[in-house]
């Protein structure tokens, strides 16, 4: 698989999704509507993020875009009401069509970007109206917003993903069962 395509997983109930690392693009809406979505896994052979990519996913609160994505479509995260977290590793801008965050809260927003480029990131539309920009030396990792108390319980190493195996059930790194 080297792309996911248009609308592929658009208004499905997927809680979370780790995209296999051969993918090099992800399409027009292939997750749009996804209200369940909590956590996405991008890895670093995208490098682009199409149009309404993830539209209308309300209850995404981060996501992290890797250095390698170098464009991401319109409106690729419009109306993600509970998106606060950004981590962008690109130290290069990556390119944005129009209304990439519109209908995100932004003001309270933070974006996380290479210490080197925060400059470069303050200064380009859309980029510059999240409410903090830091380096990404202060991103909290996700073990930092586990929701499981991880301290008592077993982890597991699939397939490159940590899972934590607590009172019989599987949850993701982000607390969301498996």
């Known amino acids: 698989v080297i792309g996911i395509s ?11 999704v780790t995209i296999p690392n051969s993918v090099m693009s992800i399409g027009e ?7 369940a979505l909590t956590s996405i896994t991008i890895p670093n052979s995208v490098t682009s993020i199409g149009d309404y990519a993830f539209s209308s996913c309300s209850s995404l609160t981060s996501i992290t875009i890797p250095n390698s994505v170098t ?6 995260f419009s109306y993600c009401e509970s998106l606060t977290t950004v981590i962008c590793e ?4 990556p390119v944005l069509g129009e209304y990439v965050f519109d209908g995100m809260p932004l ?15 303050k200064a380009a539309d859309q980029w510059k109206e999240f409410g903090t920009i830091l380096p ?15 301290t008592n319980s077993t982890k ?3 397939n490159g993903q940590v899972y934590i195996l607590q ?4 949850y993701t790194i982000t607390g969301q069962r498996f």
């Open 107 to 121: 003001a309270e927003a933070t974006l996380y970007v290479p210490a080197e480029s925060i400059d470069d990131y």
């Open 156 to 158: 597991l190493l699939r």
């Open 29 to 35: 809406s292939a997750f749009a509507w996804c209200d």
């Open 90 to 93: 690109a130290s290069n801008v």
């Open 6 to 16: 248009k609308g592929a997983f658009a208004n499905s109930p997927i809680t979370s």
């Open 167 to 170: 009172d019989g059930q599987t």
């Open 71 to 76: 464009s991401i479509g319109e409106g690729a």
């Open 136 to 150: 990404l030396d202060k991103a909290p990792s996700a073990v930092e917003n586990t929701r499981l108390p991880i």
